[in-house]
């Protein structure tokens, strides 16, 4: 065993053992990651055609008379038809209602990620014009361009994290990079019905100079050319332009490239609450970069742009970007010296900061205007923000780190599954709305977990019969969650080496049978997540996350379904997990005096 392999597991060891494990990381993602805009059913169904079922499943299958012995069969190494159509049946469902492209833009949740350029660290990682191609590629429809002036080539401005040691990229190049994988969409639009092409948005951070901000002009009108949103969809005289709460529906908007652009207020007081917030847990800073992101503070506030030019704002057609300096945007609920069509552009912790108090008021100005939240400052590791109570207040763009498959973006993947990107928010978060998604009832979820086929192994020197999976399972919601916590998980499987002296069936670590049933009860709402991990329950030793799947619970098909699991960098594997989805009202018995 090499140097390296030895202290990687001996990193792993912890002989205190925990109780939880950090399970909020994942790998990093990559072009072949799958995104949401790559997950639709009829896809899911063909990928499953690749899948294996176990003998042990099989059996299971046939001794629970979910199938008879011959449809499962059970002494057969080949599909037979009802498992072959057991497996094209989809886990998930996303209601035609949700995929409306009808409405107006402010009525959708949109994918989007931030600070899209970065590779990894945010004080001294790299930054590619090719991230930009993995984020769009794998379900992001906005992403943020932070365009800066480049002192080496004037007419060339530059995409990087200012005043950092993160290396640049041309702007135009990551132009050139969006204009390719929109090309590319377009193509397979026209070829294939059941694609449809959605716009992109570019979220522009602007740090450019008067020449600089021309620039940035000149290049997307010659780049993106006629992809570029560049005058209403409208003509003159139509309400979208004579009001600030009317907006272009999503279906009238088509496949384009907008932006985003920042608008300035005119108040010095106007900047990023974010940047005074303190690290907790993960986010513990070092003394080096606690100084590196005071001294990029700094550097920010003796740099001001002095405003954005005519010719950039007219970009911002249908969003104008905007900090706020108080809290006129939601209450009374009309932004004081606001633009037309602005965006609320706000750090998870500047808006948390109003929350719960203010939800429903905020949730009121997010029916008719858009909002940005972006993580905070501290999360210079590229930690995420959460993004649920945040979509719980209808706000449309939670901007992710897009750098690793984490739970915030595997949630992120499971809300717009089967989707193109925009996924249309609960009635209750639309206009006419009263902003309380939360309906006063309660709802039960029953999981019943029967077993897995082909979990993958991990590292590559790791034997099979090694593994102790078991699955552990989140529900993540906006609402109560009956229980001390949120997860339940099975027991760790364990294959008996020595079968002789085990009775019943014994499949491999691989292929575990686990049969059994996990439950919750939540206040109802249309935001429950569900997240499915597979775990080995290794001991002495970190357990470590081998596969994971997260599905929306008003997208669930009920009954028994094969899930497919992507590993913890997003890509799919041939592991699958057969389970059993029940969703029940739940009826409190009445309080007597």
């Known amino acids: 065993m090499s140097d390296i392999r030895l202290s990687q597991k001996l990193a792993r060891l912890n002989p205190f053992k925990p109780g939880e494990d950090d399970e909020d990381q994942g790998g990093d993602i990559g072009v072949d990651s799958v995104g949401s805009r790559n997950r639709s059913t009829r896809k899911a169904q063909l990928d499953k055609q690749q899948l294996r079922v176990s003998k042990s499943l099989r059996s299971f299958l046939a001794k629970n008379k979910i199938l008879s012995e011959v449809d499962a069969g059970v002494d057969l190494d080949e599909w037979t038809p009802a498992l072959r159509n057991m497996l094209s049946k989809s886990h998930f469902d996303v209601p035609e209602s949700l995929l409306d492209r009808s409405r107006p833009l402010p009525e959708y949740y949109i994918s989007s990620s931030h600070n899209t350029y970065l590779m990894a660290h945010q004080l001294y990682g790299s930054s590619s014009a090719a991230a930009y191609e993995t984020a769009l590629k794998t379900g992001s429809r906005c992403v943020e361009i932070d365009a800066w002036d480049n002192s080496a080539e004037p007419d060339e401005p530059k995409v990087t994290h200012g005043f950092t040691l993160v290396s640049h990229i041309p702007f135009r190049a990551v132009c050139e990079t969006i204009r390719d994988v929109f090309d590319q969409e377009a193509a397979l639009a026209a070829e294939d019905a059941g694609f449809t092409a959605a716009p992109i948005l570019l979220s522009l951070e602007n740090h450019c100079k008067d020449h600089g901000q021309r620039r940035l002009v000149e290049i997307m009108r010659e780049v993106f ?342 590993d913890m960098k997003g890509r799919e594997t041939k592991c699958s997990i057969l389970v059993h989805f029940e969703i029940e009202d739940v009826f409190l018995r009445a309080e007597h005096d």
Request: glycine fraction near 10%; charged fraction near 25%; include cysteine.
């Open 225 to 566: 050319g006629h992809r570029l949103l560049s005058e209403p969809i409208r003509q003159k005289g139509h309400r979208e332009q004579e009001f600030d709460d009317v907006h272009v529906s999503l279906a009238d908007l088509g496949a384009c490239i907008a932006v985003i652009v920042e608008y300035d207020l005119g108040d010095d007081e106007a900047g990023d609450e974010s940047d005074s917030d303190s690290p907790t847990g993960d986010e513990q800073e070092t003394a080096e970069a606690k100084d590196a992101r005071k001294e990029y503070k700094v550097n920010k506030e003796e740099t001001s742009t002095g405003g954005v030019i005519p010719e950039l704002a007219d970009l911002g057609v249908y969003a104008q970007s905007v900090k706020p300096v108080d809290n006129s945007w939601y209450s009374p609920g009309t932004l004081a010296k606001g633009p037309h069509h602005h965006l609320i552009n706000v750090s998870e912790s500047g808006l948390s900061s109003h929350l719960p108090a203010e939800a429903i008021p905020i949730a009121a100005h997010n029916a008719r205007h858009l909002m940005r939240v972006y993580p905070k400052g501290t999360r210079i590791s590229s930690s995420n923000l959460k993004p649920l109570k945040f979509w719980g207040i209808g706000a449309q763009i939670c901007a992710l780190n897009w750098q690793t498959f984490g739970t915030s973006n595997q949630l992120n993947d499971a809300l717009f599954s089967g989707s193109e990107g925009y996924i249309l928010k609960p009635a209750a978060l639309r206009e006419g709305g009263d902003g309380n998604i939360f309906t006063g009832g309660k709802k039960r979820l029953r999981l019943r977990v029967a077993g897995a086929t082909d979990i993958p192994i991990g590292e590559e020197d790791r034997q099979p019969d090694s593994l102790r999976p078991y699955l552990t399972c989140n529900l993540y919601s906006p609402g109560g969650i009956e229980g001390d916590t949120h997860k339940r998980k099975t027991s760790a499987y364990r294959h008996h080496k020595l079968g002789i002296l085990h009775s019943g069936d014994n499949p491999p670590a691989t292929e575990p049978i686990w049969d059994e049933s996990l439950e919750w009860t939540y206040d109802d709402n249309e935001l429950v997540f569900l997240r499915m991990l597979i775990k080995s329950d290794d001991s002495w030793a970190m357990n470590p996350m081998i596969a994971v799947a997260a599905i929306r619970l008003v997208y669930v098909a009920p009954g028994w379904s094969f899930i497919r699991m992507l």
